[in-house]
């Protein structure tokens, strides 16, 4: 399909950069000499989806092989998808302009449940059922997904061939080899089919989950009885890890976007992982164990992306980035030319206990903005539940060191509903606020002439797979609603403001983080209903999710509202992402002690991914 099709719609739609591709930086092949043809797909705005470092990554690898061509296919904006099926126009590569139904892999990142409804969509929008049962035995294309919520997979399943586990660069590589091969097996010998051979053949890759080589069995009461590998496949599948940061392939240059996304800049990853155990956070789980790249390296990395990409700003990437254990000396090399050709560097990530004066200062060189801390909760007590291993004294000492630095605006981030929690510690994060507020008045050092801003931001507590919460209940509609009330009310300072999260979005964000296969038909449902952009408050319509549980008879609440026993099988429990149950059973009991657990560095507490300690 030429893009003379899609430049009469232009005119009509907000942004229509999201849908002209030509970008710098963008690759461009022929397709007649090219073996295999990859979409890859965010299903989120350009805008979202263009900020998004593992998308740069997979794009880079892929296009780097002679025998592949990888395009970027973002979801259309309801104006641009109204467009689309009006005119029977399919979704595209934004390279090519071809069809993506004739590619060979489709493949999603999974970066975040509320953007499912926007897969089914675009596998709709490009001509392809829904189903993979549906799509035949053709061996292409094959629709394929990865990234955090591959942890549980599981009401996605239905929809899709393949999934891969934790880190997908080497085994992207071999998944492409593999296909190679069928591919070419299969041209010589004419035959029209194969993805069942595929399939069964993908599952023997570490890291790779089929999940049609599986069955599911349910009690009566709802919960799972048994997960049944067949024809082969293994009985548990264990996460990918790449071990040597420094040697894997990382992008000398991304594609420069022609329209503003959400983060226009260069990023450079630092290292993978978190010594932290907070118990509440899967991403530190599910990347343990923690790796870092030289600080010669990133340097190098970041060197080269802003010469090609022309980017001003360098921001380093990591879960916790105050922990990375060559900050200083990276900082030191990056500062060498980045502050005389004022480039801004950006250090998100980081901990209010490892932000010394020193890292302050050099950080305030080029360009001072604010500064963004997450406390989680009000009290030092849910902090030690949380496993947070911060105190009072730190987040108030940080503060003050900031505001003595020039800085006038500080972020707070805290969650409500975290497990054990009292209307003590919602007052907790009231008072927590208005005591940075005093810690900038009360400092002689503070910035002359200015106010200070404290912006509180709360998120509902979402239990999720693979940490020491899997088995709690969440909070009801109720309870989020009282909690949020509570806490306004506590707060009566001019200076601080609250932002809290949509309670439906985070309710419908706990059913789909620790779902079954049943929820795929719920998931459908609501999506021919019109579910899209579900993470986007004014498009999210939580009433027709409602319509779909009630027609599919299932209820939200046996996936949020109740306490899960220990000894439960969880649909996620045939993938094995390192972290033991053991392990997680002994945290979720120190957090009922309000005990905390040393971080990696301090002393291994035997988590079972065996890296013998943080390195």
Same mark, same amino acid.
């Given at each position: ?82 467009? !689309?099926?009006?005119?029977?126009? $399919? /979704?595209?590569?934004?390279?090519? +302009? &071809? #069809? ?6 489709? %493949? ?14 675009? !596998?709709?929008?490009?001509?392809? $059922? /829904?189903?993979?049962?549906?799509? +035949? &035995? #053709? ?6 997904? %990865? ?14 061939? !393949? ?198 200062e050099r950080l305030a060189l080029v360009r001072r903005s604010g500064l963004t801390f997450a406390p989680e909760a009000g009290t030092q007590r849910l902090r030690d539940v949380i496993n947070k291993n911060i105190t009072e004294e730190q987040v108030l000492s940080t503060a003050s060191q900031a505001f003595a630095g020039g800085w006038t605006s500080v972020k707070l981030y805290f969650m409500l509903g975290l497990p054990t929690e009292t209307p003590e510690d919602l007052e907790g994060i009231a008072r927590l606020a208005q005591q940075v507020v005093n810690a900038f008045y009360q400092n002689p050092a ?170």
């Amino acid at each position: 399909m030429p893009f003379q099709s899609i430049e009469p719609l232009l005119r009509l739609v907000q942004k229509p950069g999201r849908y002209t591709g030509g970008e710098p930086g963008s690759v461009v092949k022929d397709a007649g000499a090219t073996l295999l043809r990859y979409a890859l797909c965010f299903p989120d705005s350009y805008e979202i989806g263009m900020s998004h470092l593992g998308i740069k990554i997979l794009y880079s690898l892929a296009n780097a092989r002679a025998d592949c061509w990888c395009e970027r296919v973002f979801a259309p904006w309801p104006d641009m998808e109204a467009l !689309l099926r009006e005119r029977k126009i $399919p /979704l595209w590569g934004l390279e090519s +302009g &071809d #069809a993506i139904a004739a590619f060979d892999l489709i %493949g999603f990142t999974l970066q975040y449940e509320m953007s499912y409804s926007n897969i089914l969509n675009m !596998l709709d929008l490009a001509g392809l $059922p /829904l189903r993979s049962c549906d799509r +035949g &035995d #053709a061996l292409t294309p094959l629709v394929i997904g %990865g990234g955090p919520c591959a942890c549980n997979p599981e009401p996605l399943a239905p929809f899709f061939d !393949l999934f891969v586990l934790g880190e997908g660069e080497e085994a992207s590589e071999e998944l492409l080899d593999l296909l190679a091969d069928h591919k070419r097996r299969a041209q010589a010998s004419g035959a029209a089919g194969g993805k069942r051979a595929f399939l069964a053949a993908a599952a023997q890759i570490p890291g790779v989950y089929v999940p049609s080589l599986y069955d599911v069995r349910y009690h009566e009461d709802g919960t799972v009885a048994a997960i049944t590998p067949r024809e082969g496949a293994p009985a548990k599948i264990k996460k990918r890890i790449v071990e040597d940061l420094d040697a894997v392939p990382y992008p000398a240059e991304f594609v420069v976007p022609l329209l503003e996304v959400v983060h226009d800049r260069t990023v450079a990853e630092v290292f993978r992982g978190c010594i932290r155990g907070c118990r509440f956070c899967q991403a530190g789980f599910l990347n343990r164990p923690v790796r870092e790249k030289s600080a010669e390296t990133v340097n190098r990395q970041c060197a080269a992306l802003c010469d090609n990409t022309g980017y001003e700003e360098v921001s380093l990437c990591s879960l916790s980035t105050s922990d990375y254990t060559a900050l200083p000396e990276l900082l030191e090399q990056l500062l060498d030319w980045t502050q005389p050709q004022k480039i801004n560097v950006s250090v998100p990530s980081l901990r209010i206990d490892k932000f010394p004066q020193e890292m302050m200062e050099r950080l305030a060189l080029v360009r001072r903005s604010g500064l963004t801390f997450a406390p989680e909760a009000g009290t030092q007590r849910l902090r030690d539940v949380i496993n947070k291993n911060i105190t009072e004294e730190q987040v108030l000492s940080t503060a003050s060191q900031a505001f003595a630095g020039g800085w006038t605006s500080v972020k707070l981030y805290f969650m409500l509903g975290l497990p054990t929690e009292t209307p003590e510690d919602l007052e907790g994060i009231a008072r927590l606020a208005q005591q940075v507020v005093n810690a900038f008045y009360q400092n002689p050092a503070k910035p002359k002439g200015k106010g200070v801003t404290v912006s509180v931001s709360t998120a509902s507590f979402v239990p999720k797979p693979f940490t020491p919460f899997q088995w709690e209940p969440m909070d009801t509609r109720e309870q989020i609603e009282e909690k949020q009330k509570q806490l306004r009310g506590a707060i009566r300072s001019k200076k601080i403001s609250l932002s809290c999260h949509h309670v439906e979005t985070s309710l419908l964000e706990g059913v789909l983080a620790r779902g079954d296969r049943r929820l795929a038909d719920v998931l459908e449902s609501a999506w021919r209903k019109g579910a899209r952009f579900d993470s986007w408050d004014d498009q999210f319509q939580p009433a027709l999710w409602q319509e779909a549980f009630a027609q599919h008879n299932l209820d939200p609440n046996f996936y949020n509202a109740r306490r899960r026993a220990s000894e439960e099988l969880f649909p996620w429990d045939h993938l094995d992402y390192g972290v033991t149950k053991a392990f997680l059973l002994r945290e979720q009991a120190q957090a009922y002690a309000a005990k905390t657990t040393p971080n990696c560095r301090e002393g291994c507490a035997g988590c079972g991914v065996g890296c013998g300690g943080a390195r």
